[in-house]
């Protein structure tokens, strides 16, 4: 069988250094890919410094120019963005990079695949069906689809697709309720880890021992994902338990409003956090010409502002780091903080924090009920409340023994249900019985699959 995925423009695939999407599609198609033989694609301009054609533990990368054509598009679209919609959110619009999805669809045309699995983007779609009529074409939704969305042009794409999986129930069963026709042919494929990177046991005695202790966060920087209430808490934490540290990981890149909350329903939320997508674009001037702070007028700028003076030693926003350092940070985390303030698709660090053994308090988010077991491997708190997700952090500083048996149950739960292997065995299955094969049984499934 051989088997295609098809990622967005923006994503970076290849360690060290990926987006959250790109980093889904690396995990299950190296862990597919002593089954099939798997090509993936991606824009070379996201994935810098590789060739266009790749190959690493069995998989063909494909990285694929943009056009000067695509190039002015989305230079149109960005300035059209400064004075309001014109289109639909970026993922879903027939303007994103239009040309990379035709140049995607002739390549997989030559390289004749049964299965075509296409990552989020939904525009990609009828350009691969018309020129791939007898593929079996999978769409992956990693967050939901918002009432922004043009639903009659969606409905129009999915009757080009014979699977419609999402990263979790949450997704899945809002899917389905939107789209009842595609109901029996959507399902739940949840994200993984890779068990390899996470092989070592965490040793709980030696982190007893440190006399300060870490809360950790990992992931966008950007007002969906909640650090501003996570700052707001740590002010908070620190006056009871001033023995500890925040260090921030991540790039810092606003998502749109547009990809993260629905118009219909979060309006309030919405105004609330208006100055967070308020650019100063004298102030990013100024950084641009080096005349003020690199981080000047952005949502990292406020984030830092916040923080008092006497606790400003304590927080790090560290950027974007190595693959390996950002696993070494996972284990050296006393607790793992995830404050979403939007419905996480899925949310893939929280569940990697787990699998290095460290408990996590998190929002109440989407599918954060879905990997998170709340008061057996960490907390769920509500959204956008500092005083809730402080008051978690705080039992697990004080409390080494509740702290260490929910990061032992954490680990447990994400090394037995949540890996690449688990995914990539489901979905070599679900492949099959798409193109019509009879499923292998148990017994003689490759051997990547039984590790």
């Not at 949450?170 to 990177?197: F, H, Q, W």
């Not at 798409?434 to 590790?451: D, H, I, W, Y």
Request: hydrophobic letters at 40%.
């Amino acid at each position: 069988m051989k088997i295609a995925f098809v990622n967005q423009p923006i994503d970076t695939i290849l360690p060290p250094y990926q987006t959250s999407v790109g980093a889904c599609t690396y995990g299950v198609a190296c862990a597919i890919a002593d089954s099939c033989d798997v090509v993936v694609y991606g824009a070379r301009r996201s994935n810098k410094g590789l060739a266009s054609d790749f190959f690493h533990r069995n998989v063909n990368f494909r990285f694929l120019p943009f056009t000067w054509s695509d190039r002015i598009v989305d230079g149109v679209r960005h300035v059209c963005s400064m004075v309001g919609r014109i289109t639909s959110p970026n993922s879903s619009s027939s303007w994103h990079f239009p040309d990379f999805g035709r140049q995607v669809a002739i390549d997989l045309q030559k390289a004749q695949c049964d299965v075509i699995h296409i990552q989020h983007c939904s525009p990609y779609v009828p350009v691969i069906r018309a020129l791939n009529p007898s593929a079996k074409i999978v769409l992956h939704l990693h967050a939901e689809w918002f009432s922004q969305n043009n639903p009659a042009l969606l409905r129009s794409r999915l009757q080009s697709v014979d699977l419609l999986t999402t990263v979790s129930e949450y997704v899945t069963e809002k899917t389905r309720l939107a789209y009842p026709a595609m109901a029996s042919r959507c399902e739940t494929t949840y994200n993984g880890i890779d068990a390899a990177e996470f092989r070592r046991e965490r040793n709980y005695p030696e982190a007893g021992r440190s006399k300060e202790k870490l809360i950790l966060y990992a992931g966008a920087i950007s007002p969906h994902k909640g650090l501003h209430v996570l700052v707001e808490a740590f002010r908070l934490v620190v006056e009871r338990y001033p023995n500890v540290r925040l260090k921030i990981i991540g790039p810092q890149g606003t998502y749109s409003p547009d990809e993260t909350f629905d118009d219909n329903e979060d309006r309030t939320l919405l105004e609330s956090l208006a100055p967070f997508y308020t650019k100063d674009y004298r102030l990013r001037l100024k950084a641009r010409l080096s005349l003020a702070p690199a981080d000047a007028g952005t949502y990292l700028s406020y984030l830092k502002s916040r923080v008092p003076p006497a606790a400003r030693d304590k927080v790090v926003f560290a950027g974007l780091i190595p693959r390996p350092e950002l696993i070494e940070n996972y284990y050296a985390a006393d607790v793992f903080a995830f404050p979403p303030i939007w419905n996480e698709g899925f949310g893939l660090p929280p569940l990697e924090a787990m699998a290095a053994g460290a408990p996590v308090v998190a929002s109440r988010s989407g599918a954060t009920t879905e990997t998170i077991k709340d008061k057996e491997t960490g907390y769920l708190v509500e959204k956008n409340d500092p005083r809730a997700l402080a008051s978690g952090i705080l039992n697990l500083l004080e409390n080494d023994d509740l702290a260490q048996r929910m990061g032992r149950a954490g680990r447990q739960r994400a090394m037995e249900r949540f890996t690449w292997d688990r995914v990539a065995e489901g979905m070599y299955k679900r492949y099959q019985g798409l193109c019509g094969m009879n499923a292998q049984p148990e017994s003689v499934l490759t051997p990547s699959f039984q590790r």
